[in-house]
């Protein structure tokens, strides 16, 4: 029974179709029991996969399956890098969002409303636009400083640790 051509191959194409890389093939191919290859320096395509995937599973798996696989290190990669970023306290819990800034903003929007819209249109009445622009810094900073000296009924809470309501 004759073989067809695609079943003898180099070593080069068998590192292509496993998509690993030559020399992992070349090491394998090498060592004792291992396929050996005809005049040409060719291998039995199968017989040579089926070496590699006894010798080092990871070189001879389907490509599908070491993309999934890297795939798999990235996501795994991704969740170690966000834990350690929730554990250095760059991200804020959407619990603490929600218990915290959201009021905070909530206040914020009220207060904003109340000067820019009730309180300052009438004091704009014959000024220009040199003192349009001073009254509205003038409020932007008394509202931050509303914030910063804590005078807003909200105040974020002391203990870090403190149980979650």
């Not at 191959?9 to 992992?24: D, N, P, Q, Y």
């Not at 834990?83 to 009021?103: D, G, M, T």
Request: with cysteine; net charge positive; proline share 7%.
């Amino acid at each position: 029974m004759k073989k067809t051509k695609n079943t003898r191959v180099s070593k080069t194409e068998i590192s292509r179709r496993l998509e690993c890389h030559r020399e992992t093939v070349r090491r394998y191919l090498s060592e004792p029991g291992a396929p050996l290859p005809d005049k040409r320096g060719r291998y039995d395509f199968e017989a040579a996969r089926g070496w590699l995937q006894s010798r080092a599973p990871r070189a001879a798996a389907s490509p599908e399956l070491r993309r999934e696989q890297i795939r798999l290190m990235q996501v795994q990669t991704e969740t170690l890098k966000l834990r350690l970023a929730v554990s250095k306290r760059e991200y804020i819990p959407l619990s603490e969002y929600q218990r915290v800034i959201a009021p905070l903003m909530s206040e914020l929007q009220m207060l904003m409303r109340q000067k820019f819209l009730d309180e300052l249109p009438p004091q704009y009445i014959g000024r220009n636009a040199d003192g349009i622009r001073a009254l509205n810094e003038k409020s932007i900073d008394e509202i931050i400083e509303r914030f910063r000296t804590g005078i807003l009924p909200f105040k974020p809470a002391e203990n870090q640790g403190a149980a979650k309501p």
